[in-house]
């Protein structure tokens, strides 16, 4: 105001002087917010160039491999029924294979293996680990590959080294244990040789009605206070590791989720991946509908998480007891009984009105939603080094000290009564019930039968077991070898913000719980990790140490805790394990943890009781691969089953590893163009002995058509090796009639 009085200025001049200032005050402001706009445009152009320009942080390979092993003769692994011997092939199992290494110092990656398998094994492991190290010297080792498992109860058994295992196989499996290593070498193998730049995105969501707790009483033994934190008795978040190119598209996944692998239940005898498996297939087919299974770039990797007292049976556990008065209601809760005996309780699926395997498929497709629900947004990416830590564990009579500082101890391994109970997913045999610790006389048979079948314990492992009550005592059976494992295999897979607890078991829900929150807590007060910090259990990976139950949930005797072999303190000695070895997933630390021998080598001295295909014939007049019972003349359509029988032989003669026992064939510009195999879930494929004596077999292909499935002509066409009395194995092909498809 001062300077416009002084002015020697008249008013007029003054308007005009004020508005000449204001028009360029304006101006020069316009310039101004121009030239921040543009400068602002120009950093957010620089940063875009050099986050494009910006070289990828991490190497990533994925790969996918057939692990299938013998599908006829051999006993089936994860219901330990002897008389489950398998008949044929609903779908190949598989191992799937992540690697992630860091760019910028290529040696120092970790190796991720998931598969179709009922649990991980130390055998199994030792070998792969073996040839990748040999194949890739300096690169693959014992600390940086994790051999995790889908836990399928629909595989080929046999192929675990310990003895337990081996018992209802009739021993060792080579063939199996054979199959699973090759796939498992092939599918690292493709992985390694697809490594190129790229990026990692993680995140979780919530999947409902995939899972129950099969062992709810047990659960409820937890503290209320730390239930309360919880909306569910079992966890409902999926946690998926996204794997991208370096301009984004995604190559695939690793995923992890606890269901059990037990939607196909034990009166099955066609060899599954069970509902990982399928959910794997489902996604890799959706992705590349056009692939045939097993030959898809994309990988999807469903894998398991604290599974110990999860079932994917949703419908929950009744009794099937015919004629009684509690048949058709829901399973006495505390011992799940029928009358007092397990053999009725059985838990339902989802699907369980048409066939386990609608259930089977549901509780996939539900895990396969999930994931696609992740897949379809942004995801945080994950940024950090790539780091790992491996160590040996022996747990008989470990010491360490609770945080409280009282020291306590792990114990040799035994099962309880309650192991022999069974779960609503597979009940046990003659008396024996879960829950039930009490001190009362026993049935005075199995008291004798315990004795003879491994040593009665001495006083210190029933007190150290203690409160469960042992009916095997397999940390003190040594004959012919080792029974169960005493020494496991703890290791931690780190990628930036996400660390894999590779674990040697099962986990309860609670046990996984408290485990994954003690090393988170860890990770974010030792300063490795911020808050960001994602923490997975990945398991029963690399050794079967059994079952993890909490302290409260051991006490109950449950199959969980009946089967937490090393004690009631296993859980304690695991976290005190994990949270120890954190320290070593620091970037500036290059030492190797303290760790205990490692296993024996069992195999070496394997036993198996195991006849071979002596030889294979034809029945009188026919030749291998003759039509005995051919497809119907009458066009099919949609759901429809085609089937045919024809002359057989053995399929262990050729485990046909990356190929297929069959096809459908369409008929495509004249030519035969196979669209199914032995892996397509539509398909079965059912080998069957039709004379011991004279060596004769069939087999029987079926396929129900599904929606989508184009009209035209089809075939069957069997691929069979037949073996000679001399021992050599020749390679023979059938063919159905053709059939319509309108």
């Known amino acids: 105001m001062y300077i416009l009085d002084s002015l020697p200025c008249a008013p007029t001049e003054l308007d005009r002087l004020l508005h000449w200032c204001t028009n360029m005050f304006h101006r020069v402001w316009m310039c101004f917010t121009a030239l921040l706009a543009y400068t602002g445009v120009l950093e957010s152009q620089s940063r875009l160039a050099s986050a494009q320009t910006q070289p990828p942080q991490y190497l990533l390979g994925l790969g996918i491999a057939d692990i299938t092993g013998p599908v006829v003769e051999t006993n089936?692994?994860?219901?330990?029924?002897?008389?489950?011997?398998?008949?044929?092939?609903?779908?190949?199992?598989?191992?799937?294979?992540?690697?992630?290494?860091?760019?910028?110092?290529?040696?120092?990656?970790?190796?991720?293996?998931?598969?179709?398998?009922?649990?991980?094994?130390?055998?199994?492991?030792?070998s792969v680990v073996e040839q990748l190290s040999s194949l890739y010297p300096g690169l693959y080792n014992d600390g940086n590959i994790a051999l995790g498992s889908t836990h399928s109860h629909a595989g080929v058994g046999g192929y675990l080294e310990n003895l337990l295992p081996q018992l209802s196989s009739l021993g060792y499996v080579h063939e199996t244990a054979d199959a699973i290593v090759a796939g498992t070498v092939l599918a690292v193998k493709r992985a390694h040789e697809?490594?190129?730049?790229?990026?990692?995105?993680?995140?979780?969501?919530?999947?409902?009605?995939?899972?129950?707790?099969?062992?709810?009483?047990?659960?409820?033994?937890?503290?209320?206070?730390?239930?309360?934190?919880?909306?569910?008795?079992?966890?409902?978040?999926?946690?998926?590791?996204?794997?991208?190119?370096?301009?984004?598209?995604?190559?695939?996944?690793?995923?992890?989720?606890?269901?059990?692998?037990?939607?196909?239940?034990?009166?099955?005898?066609?060899?599954?991946?069970?509902?990982?498996?399928m959910a794997a297939y489902l996604y890799e087919a959706m992705v590349e509908p056009n692939a045939m299974p097993g030959n898809t770039s994309f990988v999807a990797g469903f894998a398991q998480s604290n599974v110990g007292d999860t079932s994917p049976n949703t419908e929950g556990a009744f009794c099937e007891s015919p004629g009684k008065e509690w048949d058709g209601l829901p399973c006495e809760i505390d011992h799940s009984t029928c009358g007092n005996r397990t053999q009725d309780c059985h838990a339902r699926g989802p699907g369980f009105r048409?066939?386990?395997?609608?259930?089977?498929?549901?509780?996939?497709?539900?895990?396969?939603?999930?994931?696609?629900?992740?897949?379809?947004?942004?995801?945080?990416?994950?940024?950090?080094?790539?780091?790992?830590?491996?160590?040996?564990?022996?747990?008989?009579?470990?010491?360490?000290?609770?945080?409280?500082?009282?020291?306590?101890?792990?114990?040799?391994p035994a099962l309880g009564y309650g192991f022999a109970g069974g779960t609503t997913d597979g009940p046990g045999a003659f008396d024996f019930v879960q829950g039930d610790n009490s001190s009362s006389p026993r049935n005075p048979f199995w008291e004798l039968v315990k004795g003879a079948v491994t040593p009665l314990p001495p006083a210190e492992q029933v007190e150290c077991q203690y409160p469960k009550p042992i009916l095997l005592n397999v940390g003190y059976a040594h004959s012919p070898y080792t029974w169960s494992p005493h020494v496991v295999d703890v290791q931690l897979l780190r990628v930036g913000n996400l660390v894999l607890l590779v674990m040697p078991g099962e986990l309860t829900t609670m046990a996984g719980r408290r485990l994954r929150e003690a090393v988170r807590a860890r990770l974010v007060a030792s300063g490795v990790m911020g808050d960001d910090a994602y923490v997975v259990v990945a398991g029963p990976a690399n050794t079967y140490g059994h079952y993890v139950s909490t302290r409260e949930e051991y006490a109950v005797q449950r199959y969980e805790g009946a089967s937490t072999i090393y004690g009631q303190w296993t859980l304690d000695a695991y976290i005190d394990k994990y949270t120890d070895l954190v320290q070593y997933l620091n970037p500036g630390v290059t030492s190797a943890p303290p760790t205990d021998d490692a296993p024996e080598d069992l195999t070496v001295r394997a036993i198996t009781l195991r006849n071979g295909v002596i030889q294979d014939r034809a029945p009188f007049g026919k030749?291998?691969?003759?039509?005995?019972?051919?497809?119907?003349?009458?066009?099919?359509?949609?759901?429809?089953?085609?089937?045919?029988?024809?002359?057989?032989?053995?399929?262990?003669?050729?485990?046909?590893?990356?190929?297929?026992?069959?096809?459908?064939?369409?008929?495509?510009?004249?030519?035969?163009?196979?669209?199914?195999?032995?892996?397509?879930?539509?398909?079965?494929?059912?080998?069957?002995?039709?004379?011991?004596?004279?060596?004769?077999?069939?087999?029987?292909?079926?396929?129900?058509?599904?929606?989508?499935?184009?009209?035209?002509?089809?075939r069957f066409t069997y691929f069979g090796d037949a073996k000679s009395l001399t021992g050599s194995i020749k390679s023979f092909e059938g063919h159905s009639s053709i059939f319509t498809i309108s």
């Not at 993680?202 to 899972?211: E, F, I, K, Q, R």
């Not at 937890?222 to 370096?246: C, H, V």
């Not at 939603?369 to 470990?398: E, I, Q």
Request: aromatic share 10%; proline share 5%; hydrophobic share 35%.
């Open 76 to 126: 089936m692994m994860g219901y330990a029924n002897h008389a489950q011997m398998d008949t044929g092939l609903h779908m190949r199992q598989r191992s799937r294979a992540w690697i992630v290494a860091d760019a910028s110092s290529p040696a120092d990656r970790i190796v991720y293996i998931n598969a179709d398998i009922g649990m991980g094994d130390t055998g199994i492991r030792r």
């Open 194 to 277: 697809s490594l190129r730049p790229g990026s990692l995105a993680v995140g979780n969501t919530t999947v409902l009605d995939a899972n129950i707790n099969r062992s709810p009483s047990a659960y409820l033994a937890n503290p209320a206070e730390e239930r309360a934190r919880y909306e569910y008795d079992q966890d409902k978040e999926l946690t998926l590791l996204r794997f991208e190119d370096a301009d984004g598209s995604a190559r695939g996944f690793l995923s992890f989720f606890p269901v059990h692998g037990t939607s196909i239940y034990e009166n099955n005898t066609l060899i599954s991946g069970d509902n990982k498996g």
């Open 354 to 412: 048409i066939s386990d395997f609608e259930s089977n498929r549901i509780i996939a497709q539900r895990q396969v939603d999930g994931a696609r629900a992740l897949m379809g947004v942004d995801l945080p990416k994950v940024a950090g080094p790539v780091k790992y830590v491996h160590t040996y564990l022996n747990m008989s009579f470990h010491e360490f000290q609770l945080p409280n500082g009282t020291t306590v101890q792990t114990c040799p």
């Open 623 to 714: 030749h291998f691969g003759d039509v005995l019972e051919d497809v119907a003349a009458a066009p099919y359509r949609v759901n429809d089953t085609v089937y045919a029988r024809f002359v057989g032989a053995n399929p262990r003669n050729n485990l046909r590893l990356e190929e297929t026992f069959l096809t459908v064939d369409q008929l495509v510009n004249g030519q035969w163009t196979p669209v199914r195999s032995d892996s397509h879930p539509s398909t079965r494929f059912e080998w069957l002995r039709t004379s011991t004596t004279f060596g004769t077999s069939a087999v029987n292909i079926s396929w129900v058509i599904e929606d989508g499935t184009a009209p035209g002509t089809y």
